[in-house]
């Protein structure tokens, strides 16, 4: 079933946590000089129009980038910076109205010696990744199961890899799924880093995800959240987090200046962080 559209979400309190932490560790990577390879494997669309009638329904972007934008010419923690002005580059005008995704950021930052592949199954989005961007010798798009391509492109030949996990959650047994793929893939690609973004919902459902993971014996699981503890009641979605399998060390300070920031400034100080391993070492 293939029925969400990230853009009437584009922007919220999740992908402002979502694409700074994800670019914390994608630089802390990039400390090293040796090549990455980099999978979007539930990408969307890449960049999200908040003029576009699913984003003003219910205007989500009020938030998250809406509540922020106002603060980017302050001084603030790299990631945060790094954020602010890949959005002032797709917005020559001033505005924020084109939201950079995660595609956009991981092909922002790529490297020459770096490789991304971006993956979605959905017609309309995965047209829009065409939209956006040109395939090349480093950049492939690729209109398939996510769930297929981490166990075709994975071990990658760098050898250092980041998984981008970002799925739609439509489905109960979503959560399952994830955490039994990343499990089988890390049996394979031990050394890769996996990012899994996940919402806190009143279900909480995140609680299997975890448990899936533990039991797999994986390693090093930092786990990073915001519950922004009812400042949006409008929304069902109270939080999200984020999992770090083998999070670049080189990353953990500027992840936790990164959540501060966002806490501070979006909740003005309100919202329940949290960030320690689900697994250590
Ligand atoms: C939450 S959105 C991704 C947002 C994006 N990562 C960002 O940060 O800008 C999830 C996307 O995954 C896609 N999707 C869902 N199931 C998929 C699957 N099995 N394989 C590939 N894409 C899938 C959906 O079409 C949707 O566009």
């Not at 994986?218 to 069902?236: N, V």
């Amino acid at each position: 079933m293939l029925s969400y559209q990230h853009s009437y979400h584009a922007g919220n309190h999740a992908d402002v946590l979502k694409h700074i932490i994800l670019g914390e560790v994608v630089a802390g990577m990039q400390k090293k000089e040796t090549p990455i390879f980099l999978l979007d494997a539930f990408a969307s669309r890449g960049i999200y129009d908040l003029n576009s009638p699913e984003a003003q329904k219910n205007r989500e972007f009020e938030t998250g980038i809406a509540r922020l934008w106002a603060l980017r010419n302050d001084p603030h923690p790299l990631g945060v910076a790094r954020w602010f002005k890949l959005i002032e580059q797709k917005n020559s005008d001033g505005d924020f109205s084109h939201l950079p995704g995660s595609t956009a950021l991981l092909a922002a930052m790529m490297r020459p010696q770096d490789r991304l592949a971006a993956c979605d199954l959905h017609p309309q989005e995965f047209e829009g990744l065409q939209a956006s961007f040109k395939s090349s010798r480093n950049l492939a798009l690729h209109k398939r199961d996510a769930f297929e391509a981490m166990k075709a492109l994975l071990p990658p030949k760098e050898k250092r890899g980041m998984v981008f996990l970002d799925p739609s959650y439509e489905e109960k047994g979503e959560y399952r799924k994830l955490a039994t793929a990343v499990a089988k893939v890390y049996s394979r690609f031990a050394g890769g880093v996996y990012v899994v973004w996940y919402p806190l919902l009143p279900a909480a459902n995140h609680n299997e995800l975890f448990a899936v993971l533990r039991r797999a014996g994986i390693r090093k699981i930092l786990r990073i959240e915001l519950d922004c503890h009812g400042a949006f009641p409008q929304m069902q979605m109270q939080g999200s987090g984020m999992l770090i399998v083998n999070p670049p060390w080189a990353a953990e300070d500027a992840m936790k200046a990164s959540l501060h920031w966002i806490n501070t400034h979006l909740l003005s100080g309100k919202g329940k962080t949290h960030f320690g391993w689900l697994v250590p070492e």
